[in-house]
Each structure stands twice: as structure tokens, then as C-alpha cells.
């Protein structure tokens, strides 16, 4: 059944994609291509992260080739050797590859300056029935610079509260809905005498930047405003003062060293009441094989702040084209395919969070998560804010900076050390 219905998946996509390339006339032309193969003789270039979503798109491949006649290599590396090779490639002006999965948050601003990648603004206009408006706002902004789109989300992240059934229901506690709710409950479960801690998040130097941005969002502040930073503003110093005492007071041991693996883990373990971070990683609390409370994690939305719940909503992960690529319109309709409703169903299916809006309306789209982790995302994509990040082009250095301070203020090191970050360029 798995079978037909992906074969029927992939059926109905290749009618579409034929039908937008042209129809089904058989007729040659000069180069030896036919109407309903465009693509004939053309070889793409693919690369792609080492992620779930690249595997399941190398399984569809063969049906989109046999469709528009195009041959379609893939090459997929880890995260930080697909960096490095983009970096080395692009920079070379090279004109493979022609498609690549690239990080928004932290490659586009840099590519875009650079005339790395090509806008795809017209492209979305060419076909209605791609419905480009039914991806999430938040998630084609994350793919906008300068008011132009630079690449197609494929795989979204939202930061919500990961909590304890069992415990909060024990102790009376109800769901966090606003900070200050969040900080009581942390404070009631926190019991460091026992190994239980109130809440475990990222305390890692560069890692916890991103984990702040959700909390500063909340009160009403960013990173940046008209090019300078705003990270001194009384709403952005509540925001990092409340992820820093949650941590300093109620945090587990050792937490200046966490990054993501480290803090779900310690919540997987069943030491810690609240966990916050990214919706994409619930597998490893709710795995039994990976977590002594897979049964008893609860999923909520983002607690609220001054300016209400204001989570980061990003993609993690787009598709984006080459400026020097040959094969532009190749390159777009693959892009396309893989964008479309249809195989973001498909690939949601399998786990891959999409962006559009109408999968997650759909019950088939949500099979391959919790019941109540599907309905929070869907809640979640329809606001949020786009970045987790600073919008700067050194995003790693922005990081360091602003990630030391706050480091500081977890550790008690400094007497509330926010305060020194000045209203400076990054």
C-alpha cells in the first residue's frame, strides 16, 4: 500500500510537472528534446546535508527523472564539510552544483552579498498551482534578503516548551503559559538533593544564542534594529535575564557545556521537569530506547512575555540555486518538485517537518508525530518570528559575543554582565 500510494504521489507530480513544461506533445525539436521530457540530455547537479530529507528525495528521484528526462546527481556531506565545500565552490565561481541544501540563517545573508545564489522571486510566480502563498510566512522569510527570496524552505523548526506529564499533574502544576509561570513552576520542581532539576536548555557559549532569541522575542525586543545592535534594550536584557536565572537557578550541573544533546539528554533521563529548544528534536525524548520518560513528555507552546508567546519559526534547511548554474530552469524544476505539496507530504510523512501550511492541515501530514507536538507546531507556524540568529553576515562572531555575556550572567561570574553589551555594530 506504502508503495502504490507513493508511486500515486509521484504520478500525479510528474502530470503536473508535464503539463507546466509544456504538455504532452511528443513532437522533437532541434536539440533533440521532446515536449514532455524538456529536460532531455540536461544533467543536474544536487548536493545535499546528510538529513532525513535528503534520503528520502533520493528515493523519489527516479520517477522525476524518468519524467522530465534529465539525469540528477546527488552528493550529500555532513553539515560541516557541506559548508565548507559550498564555500570552496561557490567562491570559485564554479557552476555546480546547480541546486544545494544551505542553512538561511547562517549562509544566505553572506551568499546574497557575495552573488552566490540566484533570486527566486519570478520562478514562485510562474505556475500557480505551485501556490507558493501556502508556505508559512515565517519560513519564506527566513529565506528573504533585502526583500528578495533567495531559497525554498524545505525542513522548518519552531522553539517550544518540552515538559513533565507526570510530574507537573503530581505537584498540582499546570502548563507554563507566560514566563513568569515557567520560572514559578522551574522553582516548585527544582530538587537538586534528588538529581531533579526545573529546567534544562542550552548553556553552550554559541549554542544558546539561538535559544535566547525566543525569549527576547517575547518581551519585545531583537537582535538588531537599522543595522545596530538592540541587545541592551530593557526588553532584550529581561529576555536573557530569565534564560539565565532558569539556568543558574534551577539548571542542572555542568550546564556551561551543553549544547542541544547534552540538555534533551539530561531531560530524557528524567532529571529535569522543562526542556526548551527546537519542535525537531522530540524523537529523543520520546524514543523509549533513548528516554526513561518517552511516555510521560508533554509538548506546549512558548511561554509568553510582555509581547506574548513570540517563538523563533525558521527553516532550518532550504533549497537554493546557483547564480553560475547552466542549467537555471532545470535547476527550478527540481526545486519546484521537491517543494510541492505533494512530496513535502510525502517527505513529512517519513518525519521531515515542511512548511507548508496545507500539509499540516492535513491528518496524513502529521502521522509521524505526537498528537499534541502536530497541534502546537501548527499553531506555532502560523506566527513566530523568522531568524534565530543575529541577520548579520559574521554570524559566528555575533554569537561568541553576545554568547559570552550571557554565559556570564548563568555562571554568577559577573553582577548582571547583560548589561555591559553596548549598542554597537555587530
Known sequence: MKRVLNVGILSAMSAALLSACGGANTSNDKS?????KPFAGKKLSIVTANHPWGDAIKEMLPQF??????????????????????TVQLTAASATPDVFMYSPL????????????????????????????????????????????????????????????????????AVP???DELLEAAKKLN?????????????????????????????????????????????????????????KDYGPP?????????????FAQGKAAFF?????????????????????VG????????NGSQPFNITSWGLAMNAKSANKDAAWAFIQWASSKEIVLATQKKGNPGARMSVWDNPEGTTAFPKELAEVTRETQKGGVDHSLPPVDKVSEARDIIGAIVQKAISGEERRPIRRIRNSRF
Open 177 to 179: 503559559k507566560t514566563m
Open 299 to 306: 509538548f506546549a507552546q512558548f511561554p509568553a512575555g510582555k
Open 65 to 86: 527523472e524518468e519524467s522530465t528526462g534529465m539525469k540528477v546527481d546527488v552528493q550529500s556531506f555532513f553539515e560541516d564539510q557541506l559548508a565548507q565545500k559550498l
Open 276 to 296: 526548551a529548544d527546537a519542535n525537531s528534536l522530540f524523537k529523543n525524548a520520546t524514543d523509549p530506547e533513548k528516554s526513561k520518560i518517552a511516555d510521560q
Open 32 to 36: 533533440g528534446q521532446t515536449a514532455d
Open 106 to 173: 547562517q549562509q544566505a545573508k553572506l551568499f546574497v552579498k557575495n552573488g552566490w545564489i540566484t533570486p527566486l522571486d519570478d520562478y514562485t510566480k510562474k505556475d500557480a498551482a505551485y501556490d507558493f502563498n501556502d508556505f508559512s510566512k515565517a519560513s519564506i522569510g527566513s529565506n528573504t534578503v533585502d526583500g528578495k527570496i533567495y531559497g525554498i524552505p524545505i525542513i522548518t523548526e519552531q522553539h517550544i516548551l518540552y515538559y513533565r506529564k507526570d510530574l507537573l499533574q503530581k505537584a498540582g502544576i
Open 254 to 266: 555542568g550546564v556551561l557545556n551543553m549544547s542541544w544533546p547534552q540538555a534533551i539528554g539530561v
Open 191 to 247: 530538587d537538586p538533593k534528588n538529581e531533579m532539576y526545573g529546567f534544562a536548555a542550552r548553556g553552550q557559549r554559541s549554542a544558546l544564542v539561538s535559544q535566547i532569541s525566543s525569549f527576547m522575542y517575547s518581551e519585545g525586543s531583537d537582535f538588531m534594529k537599522d543595522g545596530k545592535a538592540t541587545v541592551n534594550t530593557p526588553e532584550a536584557v529581561k529576555g536573557m535575564t530569565t534564560y539565565a536565572t532558569l539556568l
